[in-house]
């Protein structure tokens, strides 16, 4: 493990192989310890775990973010152009449904980022991005 913090984040599905044919498959992130009931995985150094809770995801909401409802709560990593558009490519192979397709966002803009929300089979709300330039992820 790096010098810099990681996330821990734990996320409720409800069909632990359908995580596992998602997370491991699609998404192709490695699987860590596990039991009957949760999986560990390894969202490019920070640590993910799918627990299984009966019943569907209960979103809370949506936000307008430039022209567009997106999902609350939602997470996600912040990728190079080339492995973002690689990865779309791969959820799109897979038969992926987007809640917003692969865009450019604030072009021309502080912030100008590649953006797409898709959901795992659980329901759990999904954001992949790529910064045109990465010194700007919090520029005002």
Excluded: C
């Excluded at 009957?36 to 209960?58: A, S």
């Excluded at 152009?81 to 450019?104: C, K, N, Q, V």
């Excluded at 898709?118 to 999904?126: K, V």
């Amino acid at each position: 493990m790096s010098n810099r913090p990681a996330v821990h984040l734990a996320i409720p599905v409800d069909d632990l192989p359908a995580a596992r044919a998602f997370y491991g498959g699609v998404l192709g992130l490695a699987e860590g310890r596990s039991s009957d009931h949760w999986v560990d995985w390894n969202l490019h150094g920070h640590q993910l775990v799918t627990h299984v809770v009966p019943g569907p995801v209960r979103p809370a909401g949506d936000s307008e973010v430039d022209s567009h409802e997106v999902p609350i709560p939602h997470f996600g990593l912040l990728l190079g152009a080339d492995e973002f558009h690689a990865l779309a490519a791969r959820l799109r192979d897979a038969g992926t449904t987007f809640m917003i397709e692969p865009y450019l966002r604030f072009p021309g803009q502080a912030g100008e980022q590649w953006t797409m929300f898709f959901r795992d089979p659980a329901g759990n709300a999904l954001e992949f991005k790529a910064f045109r330039d990465e010194s700007q992820v919090f520029a005002k």
